[in-house]
Structure formats: structure tokens, C-alpha cells
């Protein structure tokens, strides 16, 4: 059975920082490609981040240059390093497994002053 399970949301001012961590289980995770998305209230949810198993990353434009995804293959573990964060980025965050219906019941994060 697949699990994934973030952690590390909370509130923040703007400007500041947070690392979510997701942990998984049930899956080869070396072999899968992972992604971070994220669902603002009333908004659809949105890709952010995706790290190949090799550990190549690609984000959404409206993060780049603030947010890093990383892996640890180790530890069936994937992070989101959020800097410079903005109101905007205010959304529950999910991980995912690539191309699969596999998720996480998400981490809220809150970026207010």
C-alpha cells in the first residue's frame, strides 16, 4: 500500500522560509520520478516542483529561484526548501508519486504578516 505523508507546514510572514518534508512508502522510490504540487483555497491544484529519481529538478515559474525540491533515496524522503515566500503561496501542499493517483493528505502552509 502506497503512503506518502508530508510534514513541516505552518505559518509564516512573508519573506521568511519552511521545508516540507514527504515521507514514503509502498513504492520502489528510487525509481520514481516525484513532484510537490499545491491547491490554494478555491484555486485548482497546481504542479510546483518534480525531481527525477536521477535527482534533476524542474519548477513552476512562479517558483523559481525561491523554492529547491530534493530527494533522499535513502530515506524515502522528498523536501520542499521554500524561501522568500509570498501571500500567494498560501495552499495546502501535496507530494505525489509521477503519473500516478498516489497522495498525501497535504501540509498547510500559511504565509501571512
Known amino acids: 500500500q502506497v503512503q506518502l505523508v508530508e510534514s513541516g507546514g505552518g505559518l509564516v510572514q512573508p519573506g521568511g522560509s519552511l521545508r516540507l518534508s514527504c515521507a514514503a512508502s509502498g513504492i520502489i522510490f528510487s525509481l520514481n520520478p516525484m513532484e510537490w504540487y499545491r491547491q490554494a483555497p478555491g484555486k485548482e491544484r497546481e504542479l510546483v516542483a518534480v525531481?527525477?529519481?536521477?535527482?534533476?529538478?524542474n519548477y513552476a515559474d512562479f517558483v523559481k529561484g525561491r523554492f529547491t525540491i530534493s530527494r533522499d533515496n535513502h530515506k524515502n524522503m522528498v523536501y520542499l526548501q521554500m524561501t522568500g515566500l509570498k501571500p500567494e503561496d498560501t495552499a495546502v501542499y501535496y507530494c505525489?508519486?509521477?503519473?500516478?493517483?498516489?497522495w498525501g493528505k497535504g501540509t498547510l502552509v500559511t504565509v501571512s504578516s
Open positions: 505525489n508519486v509521477y503519473a500516478t493517483n498516489y
Open positions: 525531481i527525477t529519481s536521477g535527482g534533476s529538478a
